[in-house]
Nanobody, 125 residues
Framework: VQLVESGGGSVRAGGSLRLSCEAS????????MGWFRQALGKEREFVAA????????YYADSVKGRFAISRDTAKNTMYLQMNSLKPEDAAVYYC???????????????????WGQGTQVTVSS
């Protein structure tokens, strides 16, 4: 599975962005796909994830109510709608994919084998 992110950019605080992650190669029904982010000098952290077959979603507490993850199985594409952006949301955002992840492991970046190249999100105050 190869992953390509798009949709990053610069926005003022309170604004919105929509990220996309297109997967080439077949994403099997058992896969989990997720969004992670890494700010300069910080560790990569979980943002959101979705189970490809069921659509069950997971969110970090810091983005609940502001971000929404979704997927289009026909297009092999995952999305992250980011609203009410804050300066602390600024980071490089990565999409990731892994097969058959236990719910307890969905938030762990080390459990994912497939990663995109990242897309920069900048939020100015």
């Amino acid at each position: 599975v190869q992953l390509v992110e798009s949709g990053g950019g610069s926005v003022r605080a309170g604004g919105s962005l929509r990220l996309s992650c297109e997967a080439s190669g077949r994403v099997f029904s058992g896969y989990v796909m997720g969004w992670f982010r890494q700010a300069l000098g910080k560790e990569r952290e979980f943002v959101a994830a979705v189970r490809w077959a069921s659509g069950v979603t997971y969110y970090a507490d810091s983005v609940k109510g502001r971000f929404a993850i979704s997927r289009d199985t026909a297009k092999n594409t995952m999305y992250l709608q980011m609203n009410s952006l804050k300066p602390e949301d600024a980071a490089v955002y990565y999409c990731a994919a892994e097969s058959t992840l236990h719910p307890d492991l969905v938030m762990q970046p080390g459990e994912y084998d497939y990663w995109g190249q990242g897309t920069q999100v900048t939020v100015s105050s």
